[in-house]
């Protein structure tokens, strides 16, 4: 595993809740689900989030999902804190945890990086990174955020990192 970026902190977002599909579309993931976007209450969620964030260390680059309250979480996001670098990665959208950690590595030149996502992979990397297990998880509400942090030289890996904070909406 590469050296971990200098992104102390590293926080995960969760995107915030999404509107409901009216039947007769299923609410499994798929096509449509990517073009969900955000109910008022992920509305809420978002601009809550982008609140908390505002008080820690500005990202100097978020990456996030293609999908539409993804996006729509990060640029809340964005409003509150300002201009940042945001990327849109098409790996995101349903990525296991060594897909997120692969991608992490990608951006390794960023120091201070913000992932927004999606469960269960966002939840299952988190206390991957934090236990060494990734099936060690309670859950991310949407619109939370996990906030974890590397030693300078640690490794991307299971159990490389503290949980600094946690904030859920």
Known sequence: AQPAPATNPLPLGREGSRRRLPPPRPPARGPHDRDRPLSPEGEAEARAAAAFLKTRERPQRVICSPSARTRETAERVLETLGSIDLRVEDGIYEATP??????????AEVERLMLVGHNPGLESLAALLATGQS????????????VLAFEADAAIEP?????RAYWSP
Not at 135 to 146: L, T, V
Not at 159 to 163: D, E, L, T
């Open 159 to 163: 159990g490389a990192a503290q949980m």
């Open 135 to 146: 099936g060690d998880h309670r859950g991310m509400a949407p619109g939370s955020i996990a």
């Open 98 to 107: 060594g897909a997120l950690i692969d991608l992490i590595e990608a951006h």
